[in-house]
């Protein structure tokens, strides 16, 4: 497998013509977008627009799919979703899906991956569940906890930490605002920005206009599975009509 590292503003995630469905109800329609290394997209629109769906076909979840979808060269479509997880591609679900049984530090554990290297230009972010509790101090007090003891919050922050033990080149986070006290929403925010620092893409499906605001750099937003608007983070937030019209605000 190759692990070349793609030059500053090339594209980690490539997405064309993309159709999805679930049974006979076609739910995505020629869907694009992009995300390149050190970039975090939003990908945005009211429930039921296609955001997390869009996410799952990237993934390999969904049950019928098809377009192009490339991923640092390696074409996605029709492969197992581990083998998409062991390309390099980091998915943290909406439903978090955390081992509530274990603890923190053995749910940290189960995401542990070697690290990846892009011999290019050295060796990718790679992370250390001591360094996922510097970038969470919350979780530090909790290594010893059961993880299904953890308020909402602290298992949004754990499931993000645990797919960061995978070491990923690009990560897709399902809504990781919702639900989630503003304390701990900064800190995701933080953490955000600290993985674009490092190189690693994002792009994270959001409702929350002011968190994005505050971290991305691009959106795309949808309506029913379809793209109806795409540009700059700063120019959306002016954009009163698309606003008004695909977001409710």
């Not at 377009?67 to 390099?88: E, S, W």
């Not at 290019?120 to 996922?132: I, R, T, V």
């Amino acid at each position: 497998m190759s692990t070349a590292r793609p030059p500053e503003g090339a594209a980690l995630l490539r997405v064309r013509h993309l159709d999805a469905w679930y049974g006979a109800a076609q739910i995505l329609f020629d869907v694009a977008l992009e995300v390149r290394r050190g970039e975090i997209v939003a990908l945005m629109g009211r429930n039921g627009a296609g955001k997390s769906s869009t996410l799952k076909a990237i993934m390999g979840l969904m049950p019928r799919i098809s377009g192009q979808l490339d991923f640092m060269g390696h074409p996605l479509a029709g492969r197992k979703p581990f083998r998409i997880a062991r390309l390099g591609l980091g998915y943290v679900p909406e439903d978090r899906r955390i081992f509530t049984e274990l603890t923190v530090q053995q749910n940290l554990d189960t995401g542990r991956q070697a690290p990846r290297a892009w011999p290019e230009s050295g060796a990718a972010p790679a992370w250390s569940a001591d360094a996922l509790y510097e970038l969470f101090p919350a979780l530090a007090a909790l290594r010893r906890r059961q993880a299904g003891t953890l308020s909402g919050g602290e298992q949004q922050m754990l499931t993000i930490a645990r797919t960061l033990m995978g070491n990923p080149y690009l990560v897709l986070l399902d809504e990781p605002s919702e639900g989630v006290a503003p304390l701990i929403v900064e800190q995701i925010a933080a953490m955000l920005l600290e993985l674009k620092r490092q190189g690693v893409g994002l792009l994270l499906s959001e409702q929350n206009l002011h968190f994005t605001q505050r971290v991305a750099d691009r959106a795309y937003v949808l309506e029913k599975g379809v793209l109806r608007h795409q540009g700059g983070m700063a120019e959306l937030a002016r954009n009163e009509e698309v606003l008004r019209a695909y977001l409710g605000i």
